[in-house]
């Protein structure tokens, strides 16, 4: 049986899902929420990358990327910003707060998911959800977290905004498991609930990529189009099910049951690189991994990759990364201690 390129992608990228806030929303209302970049050290200290992601529970609501336009959510839907935009969350189409959120304003001392409130622009803090008018909005938010560099295949094959729709209450998905559970666990708050969320909220990320890849129309191209193709989808099994193996394009080409010209042009079609070169980038990522999560030597990390030299392997690894592997493994330690010590300190929403 083949690897699941998919599983073996996310758990390579390292990702991470954390649920930090229940909103509610009293129309009119609107939230406009800071690029993920900004809060990165804060919602996920050392991702490379972060998503923000908003569950509606009930009611309706607008969201958008910064200057696109609004698309609507109603109950059961998910909003995925994936590539970390700055966006509006509001009860009609084409509204702005007069503000950028920093949401971390408070006590320190309290435990995540916290519980705000929105009625205009402003945005207060408080205990539970409250009383909950016919006409509010509620949304589960939180963030996803992963590696970008060296190479994440998945990354840049997700819209800026994914708009995954509920699919009924018959629905036994992952999604409204999500749903059930976060509510629940955030109005007991029992211990290890974060840890629940958090893993949870994993879950959720991979049934709404399968989800967006059930969807894709045909003459889609991309590494998620690639998956489902008969003969590059076997290509991809093969060299994440064996990265380290002596591959070539004939070598490939005869186990996948094509000619070697005929899967050359259509890996290229698809993914947008050749065989080899995308073989070469993940073997990247793979070393990567070894470098930042164990202490392995960095020949070791070369022998495990795939390469027999060393110095063939710190090559490659600069000619991606820009650094050779020692550094990157001493740069990576560094920037996750920075990250650390910056937990972003709960202030008040500054207005601008």
Sequence with gaps: MGVDTLSDVLRRIHLQGTLLFHVVGGPPWVVEALPASAIAAAVMPGAGHVMAYHVVTSGACWGAV????????????????????AHVLSSAPGMRADYAVNPFFLS??????????????????ADA???????????????????????????ANLPRLLHVRYQGDEDPSLVGQFIRTAVLES?????????????????????????????????????????????VGRALTLLH???????????????????????????????????????????M??????????????????????????????????????????????????????ADAARIVPQPPATR
């Design 129 to 155: 959800y409250g009383d909950v008018g016919a006409d509010d909005t509620t949304l589960i938010c939180g963030f996803f977290g992963c590696d970008a560099q060296p190479f994440n295949p998945l990354l």
């Design 285 to 338: 990522q793979l070393a990567a991994g070894l470098l930042v999560h164990t202490d392995v030597s960095v020949v070791s990390v070369a022998l495990e990759v795939g390469y027999e030299s060393e110095a063939a392997f710190v090559r490659a690894f600069k000619k991606m990364t820009g650094l050779p592997p020692g550094q990157w493994r001493r740069e990576r330690a560094r920037r996750t201690q920075r």
């Design 187 to 231: 109005a007991q708050r029992r211990p290890g609930g974060e840890a629940v969320l958090e893993r949870l909220s994993e879950m959720m990320f991979v049934e709404l990529v399968r989800r967006y890849l059930d969807g894709l129309p045909s003459g889609q191209t991309g590494w998620l189009a690639g998956l489902r193709d008969r003969f």
């Design 108 to 125: 320190p001392s309290e435990r995540a998911p916290f519980f705000l409130r929105v009625r205009g622009n402003d945005v207060t803090a």
């Design 66 to 85: 910064v200057g696109e336009p609004p698309v609507r959510a109603q109950r059961g839907d998910v909003l995925v910003y994936a590539r970390g935009d």
């Design 241 to 283: 099910e064996r990265p380290a193996s002596h591959w070539t394009v004939d070598v490939l080409a005869d186990r996948v049951g094509i000619s070697r010209s005929a899967l050359y042009d259509r890996f290229v079609l698809l993914i947008g690189q050749p065989p080899m070169q995308y073989l070469t980038s993940w073997r």
